[in-house]
């Protein structure tokens, strides 16, 4: 999805000075409450929650566009787990966002380190005091402020907060990260030795073992899954016929004692006749290059298959810190056509290891890769170049570093005009090439001059169509995508929908929360902003559950009172709903 949403912020977003002052009691209150009492156990960190660890992620798994960055602790399922300072320090950083990390802390450690507590349920008193003042203050929800060293300083095992299930968290748990502070890079904990290791006593898990094809025509890469063999490690050895140039793909994850998750490995390692030809560490993956994960997995096969599997081949547009001992970047050519042993371990966190063996052989007749196109009929774009393609009605323009390794582009027009479209649908490439930086997309389109600020490029994927964005310009709309696929021009005119989860003027005096839920239908949530009794009321968004909540507060709103509700919530392109109705609090 392409659309952003922000809440309606005022003009005049400065903060009065009363609310300084409040931020300063604050702050001092917040110190006062310090619990300077020794802190008990070895190390310099402490858990941040108590109890037995259990995890249901660690750092290195494979996610969508990114590696997981830390630990994701189990806290029963449900908020409110009590979350505590990892080692004495300040809190540097307070956000609030309605995805990603949703309530967030981090505080920055004499050591150098930076610990992130994210998806929290709430904040400690004076960390949600404080964070209020700024956002009753500026009128909007989401923040994200950076604090000065002596403003909020905590100590080991101060309460900072509550587990729970905030921003883009599937289910209530401790998102916990350490980073080196200077460079916000995350570390993994238990390389670096923060923290003891957690009881593991399981080997990892070889799921699935792939053998892909390769070959170049000129510059162009073609490859293809020609072999795949699920729990190797199960069967007895097997010869495998490949052809002249070949990688491999490993699907693998780890377990623990404790929990039931599928977790990811530390490192993978690949031998030839005993000889090393790939191996990686998970390890000092920054948020920079996260987003490599898609040239470092087999990304045609998770967008075909939903298949996930870690490869030795290291595209040239592949800038990722985590390879060792890599030969010929990752591709493998038997000198002969001798049988040859491959070996392909997996190791965990604890040392724990899996490897499975194959015979491989150079065969004649062995497989070949996907045809390749001849040169010349398809326009070309390089990793390492900008590129781009012009067409009646249409202006694709890909930046350097776009894509991991040269490509043959396919565009042209499709059949099956979507119903609401203002141009011809275009494909443009394969969703199944990835980009790491967003495409330029310029596609004309003819319609009434009253729907151009109501235009926008959108995707269609099967049945399901999403909005991209983009801006009328020069009889085109024009966006960015970081995604190939099929797109057309369409318009939203359509105003989102507001459903209040209470009756007009009923009598709330039960409960915590006032809750209304928002949807659009196409361009997505841009703006809101709500008022009761004609002061600014802050709502929460919950962008995963499409809802606005406000919790009721005593000291804003009296007691045993009707009260007036103003919601207004509008859509990407500008068209607005609005909510009036009261209610008994």
């Known amino acids: 999805m392409c659309a952003n949403w922000q809440e309606k912020v005022k003009p005049d977003t400065q903060r009065p000075k009363y609310l300084l002052k409040k931020q300063f009691l604050y702050s001092l209150v917040f110190l006062l409450s310090v619990n300077v009492s020794a802190q008990e156990g070895a190390g310099y960190f402490r858990w941040p929650v108590?109890?037995?660890?259990?995890?249901?992620?660690n750092y290195g798994e494979l996610r969508s566009n990114h590696f997981h960055a830390g630990l994701d602790i189990r806290v029963g399922g449900v908020p409110g787990m009590p979350v505590y300072a990892a080692a004495d320090g300040y809190v540097s950083r307070i956000a609030v966002r309605p995805d990603g990390y949703g309530r967030a802390v981090y505080i920055t450690h004499p050591n150098g380190t930076t610990s992130v507590y994210a998806h929290l349920h709430t904040f400690a008193p004076a960390l949600k005091a404080y964070i209020e003042a700024i956002q009753y203050a500026r009128q909007r929800y989401t923040v994200d402020e950076q604090i000065a060293a002596n403003v909020l300083p905590v100590k080991k095992g101060q309460l900072i907060g509550a587990a729970g299930n905030s921003g883009s968290s599937a289910g209530a748990h401790l998102h916990f990260e350490i980073r080196h502070t200077d460079t916000e890079t995350p570390r993994n904990v238990f390389s670096y030795g923060y923290y003891p290791l957690l009881t593991d006593t399981y080997a990892p898990v070889i799921r699935r073992v792939a053998f892909f094809s390769f070959r170049r025509q000129g510059d162009i890469p073609s490859s293809a899954n020609f072999y795949e063999r699920r729990n190797p490690a199960r069967r007895v050895q097997q010869t495998v016929h490949v052809p002249d140039t070949f990688y491999i793909g490993i699907d693998a994850y780890d377990s623990q004692n404790g929990t039931p998750a599928k977790l990811a490995v530390n490192r993978a390692l690949v031998t030839l006749d005993g000889a090393t030809?790939?191996?990686?560490?998970f390890e000092d993956i920054s948020f920079d290059a996260m987003r490599y994960i898609n040239s470092a997995i087999a990304y045609e096969e998770r967008q075909r298959n939903n298949k996930v599997f870690l490869k030795t081949y290291i595209a040239p547009g592949n800038r990722l810190q985590i390879y060792r001992d890599v030969q010929n970047s990752g591709l493998i050519s038997l000198p002969d056509t001798l049988p040859h042993?491959?070996?392909?371990?997996?190791?965990?966190?604890?040392?724990?290891?899996?490897?499975?063996?194959?015979?491989?052989?150079?065969?004649?007749?062995?497989?070949?890769?996907?045809?390749?196109?001849?040169?010349?009929?398809i326009p070309v774009a390089h990793w390492d170049t900008p590129a781009a393609i012009v067409k009646e009605g249409l202006s694709v323009s890909i930046p350097a570093g776009a894509l991991y390794q040269p490509a043959e582009l396919f565009i042209d027009t499709i059949a099956g005009k979507p119903d609401g479209a203002y141009s011809p649908l275009w494909r443009i490439h394969t969703p199944e090439t990835p980009l790491h930086y967003a495409m330029t997309l310029k596609i004309a389109a003819d319609m009434p001059d009253t729907l151009f600020p109501k235009a926008l490029i959108a995707g269609i994927t099967g049945n399901h169509i999403y909005s991209c964005g983009g801006q009328w310009k020069n009889n085109a709309v024009e966006t960015s995508t970081r995604s190939f696929g099929d797109f057309f021009v369409t318009v939203d005119t359509i105003a989102p929908v507001i459903t209040p989860a209470f009756a007009p003027n009923a009598y709330l005096g039960k409960q915590a929360q006032l809750r209304i839920k928002i949807t659009d239908n196409l361009s997505g949530i841009g703006s809101y902003s709500g008022y009761i009794d004609d002061e600014w009321a802050l709502f929460e968004y919950d962008a995963k559950n499409r809802r606005l909540l406000y919790t009721f507060d005593a000291r804003r709103i009296k007691r045993g009172r009707k009260h007036r509700l103003l919601l207004s919530v509008t859509d990407n392109k500008g068209n607005t709903a609005t909510l009036q109705t009261a209610f008994t609090w």
């Open 50 to 57: 108590d109890g037995a660890i259990s995890l249901s992620a």
């Open 277 to 281: 030809v790939f191996s990686c560490r």
């Open 341 to 377: 042993t491959m070996e392909i371990k997996v190791i965990d966190d604890a040392g724990n290891h899996t490897a499975t063996a194959f015979t491989v052989q150079k065969k004649p007749g062995s497989p070949a890769s996907l045809p390749v196109p001849e040169t010349g009929t």
